[in-house]
Nanobody, 133 residues
Framework: QVQLVESGGGLVQAGGSLRLSCAAS????????IGWFRQAPGKERTFVAA???????????DSVKGRFFLSRDDRDNAKNTVYLQMNSLRPEDTAVYYC???????????????????????WGQGTQVTVSS
């Protein structure tokens, strides 16, 4: 069992930055793919980005490429935190952001929604990001 906790959300002006964290407990992220989704008010939850822990390969949807960056914190071999650095934020980035983990390797050919919406996935509770214009 993996428990995920997101943090780092908040209110920021357009053009600003935030760094979200997704911390795992119960086990490490080794052997997992970790994804980020977001859900704006009145809209469906959509895939944003993913990283495979073992090879650190990252994937992003077009709307965040060049602005959002995933990284992993494997200092001290802890292997239990993933960061989503969000730069040049826009009002349309306003949403609740969720991290999700699923054992395996995420590939460029996968659809994030299909891969992570699995009975084998673990979801966090979400963190609110609000970007003011």
């Amino acid at each position: 069992q993996v428990q995920l906790v997101e943090s780092g959300g908040g209110l920021v002006q357009a053009g600003g930055s935030l760094r979200l964290s997704c911390a795992a407990s119960g086990r490490t992220f080794a052997g997992y793919a970790i994804g980020w989704f977001r859900q704006a008010p009145g809209k469906e939850r959509t895939f944003v980005a993913a990283i495979t822990w073992n090879n650190a390969n990252t994937y992003y949807v077009d709307s965040v490429k060049g602005r959002f960056f995933l990284s992993r914190d494997d200092r001290d071999n802890a292997k239990n935190t993933v960061y989503l650095q969000m730069n040049s934020l826009r009002p349309e980035d306003t949403a609740v952001y969720y991290c999700v983990a699923r054992e395996g390797t995420f590939r460029a050919s996968y659809r994030g929604r299909d891969y992570f919406n699995s009975a084998n996935s673990y979801w966090g509770q979400g963190t609110q990001v609000t970007v003011s214009s």
